[in-house]
């Protein structure tokens, strides 16, 4: 076959097969099946792109291109599902590590679709990175913005398996219209949409960590954040009690982003695409789980969620957040939340127990 454009450092598969039907003008179905002889079709390829290979197809792919077997499988979401999270192995806890890895499965990877850096997209030539793929990647590390996760002329996510010419354009079609005509389609070029700069430091270090963590990236300089991983429930509680207060010292992009303001978002927003979304529960579970003041960072937490129950209340709203009602009784999959986050909570009767059912494994003690 013609020679083919090499993987761009931390590129999606779909997105390289994609660089390699433009380079080549070869069509992406036609590259699959008769090229590198992979079975094509809705039962191999759901979406019609090779989100999971297996071995097999891995090595018929590396005798097409001449690109290592290795490599390909660290194009794949496969490395994040399959594999160690890096950040984990210190558990001793075989069982416990499992089940961290599977919640972290279900809750790292945001289905469907991928965000963006629009200063990495217009530099790399629209190569689409497998790491905007992760709900925990809220921020370029070295642009020093956020990503962004839906497109500002016609409001609709984007997704990782477009056709050539999308990975630069928005290739979505107003519901309106049937054609599939690219003279129908919004069009709007995805590198000129306007990143907010990170401008709290801190953010950046906890993205660099997260990184690194996932077994992508340098190891930050800063404190660790493995914690994190060790506890990926407490953003189960952060979802279910954050306010507004507590981003008062947060990076302006997320006191803007929680100020209780609904802005008019289109019928295709979706809030787990939304990269502000995700930095805003990573920012609190960093400082009730990483902060050196977390003691005091998870006093001030239930204050406040304590404080916005009240005023719900009064207001006559029943309950607040997605669970019901308060207390909240811990959901069976709940278990891994460390007692300094769930001790205040129940002290200000948020929580029916104390901890968890299932005690945490790692030698927390219930005071
Ligand atoms: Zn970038
Ligand atoms: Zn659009």
């Given at each position: 076959m013609p020679s083919v454009p090499v993987p761009f450092p931390g590129e999606s598969l779909a997105s390289w097969v994609d660089a390699i039907a433009l380079h080549t003008e070869i069509p992406r179905k036609t590259l699959l099946r008769d090229y590198w002889g992979l079975p094509h079709g809705p039962a191999h390829f759901p979406h019609g792109m090779p989100d999971g290979l297996s071995d097999d197809d891995r090595e018929r792919i590396a005798a097409a291109t001449g690109v290592p077997t290795e490599d390909l499988a660290g194009m794949q979401l496969d490395r994040y599902t399959d594999q160690p999270i890096p950040a984990l192995p210190y558990s001793h806890d075989d069982a416990w590590e499992a089940e961290a890895r599977r919640h972290l499965n279900n809750i790292l990877i945001i289905p469907q679709c991928s965000r963006w850096c629009p200063h990495c997209l217009k530099a790399n030539g629209g190569r689409w990175l497998l790491r905007w793929r992760l709900a925990w990647s809220f921020a370029c590390v070295e642009h020093q913005v956020f990503l962004c996760g839906h497109c500002p002329s016609c409001g609709d996510t984007q997704g990782h398996r477009g056709q050539p010419q999308a990975r630069l354009r928005c290739p979505r079609i107003p519901s309106q219209r049937r054609s599939s005509s690219w003279k129908h389609?919004?069009?709007?070029?995805?590198?000129e949409t306007t990143a907010t700069p990170v401008t709290d430091p801190r953010l950046l270090e906890i993205q660099q960590s997260i990184h690194h963590s996932l077994g992508d990236g340098l190891r930050p300089a800063a404190r660790s954040i493995r914690l994190l991983f060790y506890h990926p429930l407490t953003m189960h509680l952060i979802d279910r009690f954050q306010s507004p207060e507590m981003f008062h010292e947060a990076d302006p992009a997320l006191r803007t982003a929680n100020n209780g303001s609904r802005n008019r978002r289109s019928s295709a927003y979706r809030s787990d695409v939304d990269p502000l979304v995700s930095a805003s529960a990573l920012y609190l579970a960093d400082q009730l789980i990483a902060s050196p003041d977390r003691a005091s960072r998870a006093n001030a937490f239930a204050d406040l969620a304590h404080a916005r129950w009240l005023r719900e209340q009064e207001r006559?709203?029943?309950?607040?957040?997605?669970?019901?009602?308060?207390p909240m009784e811990f959901p069976r999959s709940v278990r891994d939340v460390p007692p300094w986050v769930t001790e205040p909570l129940h002290a200000q009767g948020l929580l029916a127990e104390r901890t968890p059912a299932v005690a945490p494994p790692l030698g927390f003690r219930v005071q």
């Open positions: 389609r919004c069009g709007h070029p995805l590198t006559g709203v029943q309950y607040f957040g997605y669970m019901g009602d308060v």
